[in-house]
């Protein structure tokens, strides 16, 4: 039990689109949703916060109009890089907050790369 | 705010030897502990984490973490590593936001 789905794997877009990554809890309903960016051969940094119905809360340094979370219901969020650049290649990774013991579970992550 | 120090950045262990990760982490109330795992370009598996009661914590693959509030550590252990233990692993700390703040990781390569 416990799934996150985390869509896509991989993509590649052209410099100035915009991408959306979906996180998606299969079997539970996730209160709260998180999305880290991690580069490479480093640590996980968290972006943002999302309750779901309400407006998530960014992490210092980290542009809103940018990076456009949106948490519609209790098992998905979605991230958008709006106007992406190559500066923007990163893997993304999404979490979901599941049980008031606090248990998370890790989506497998998004590779984003923009040429 | 919470933070994770994990002072080793990369260990090699031979197949068949113990493991120990180190994780040192500071914050102000009684913390969530939690240690991850990741293979290249992939998510994070949970191998255990700490909540309340019974400072040493069994986990998967092996895994045990000991919490000491003493020294603000817990580090990752395992008895006997397999050559699959090759791998990524983050301690993270949690507290009253149920934000994360993860360590900058341990690589780990096992050597036959």
């Known amino acids: 039990g416990a799934v996150v789905s985390q869509h896509p794997s991989r993509v590649i877009c052209k410099s100035g689109t915009s991408v959306k990554i979906e996180c998606r809890s299969l079997d539970f309903q996730a209160t709260t949703m998180f999305w880290y960016r991690q580069f490479p051969k480093q640590s996980l940094m968290l972006m943002a916060t999302s309750n779901e119905g309400s407006k998530a809360t960014y992490e210092q340094g980290v542009e809103k109009d940018k990076f456009l979370i949106n948490h519609a219901s209790l098992t998905l969020s979605t991230l958008t890089v709006t106007s992406a650049h190559p500066e923007d290649s990163s893997f993304y990774i999404c979490?979901?907050?599941?049980?008031?013991?606090?248990?998370?579970?890790f989506g497998s992550g998004t590779r984003l790369t923009v040429v | 705010a919470q933070s994770v120090t994990q002072p080793d950045i990369h260990i090699t262990v031979s197949e068949g030897a113990s493991l120990e990760l180190r994780c040192n982490y500071s914050?102000?109330?009684?913390?969530?502990l939690f240690w991850y795992v990741q293979s290249p370009g992939q998510g994070l598996q949970l191998l255990l984490k700490y909540f309340s009661g019974d400072t040493l914590v069994q986990g998967i693959k092996g895994f045990e973490a000991e919490f000491k509030r003493s020294q603000s550590s817990f580090n990752l252990r395992k008895p006997s590593v397999h050559w699959s233990d090759a791998a990524e692993y983050f301690c993270?700390?949690?507290?009253?936001?149920?934000?994360?703040?993860f360590g900058a990781g341990t690589t780990v390569t096992v050597r036959a």
């Open positions: 914050y102000g109330a009684t913390p969530y």
């Open positions: 993270a700390v949690g507290g009253n936001d149920y934000k994360l703040s």
């Open positions: 979490s979901a907050r599941r049980d008031q013991a606090g248990g998370y579970t």
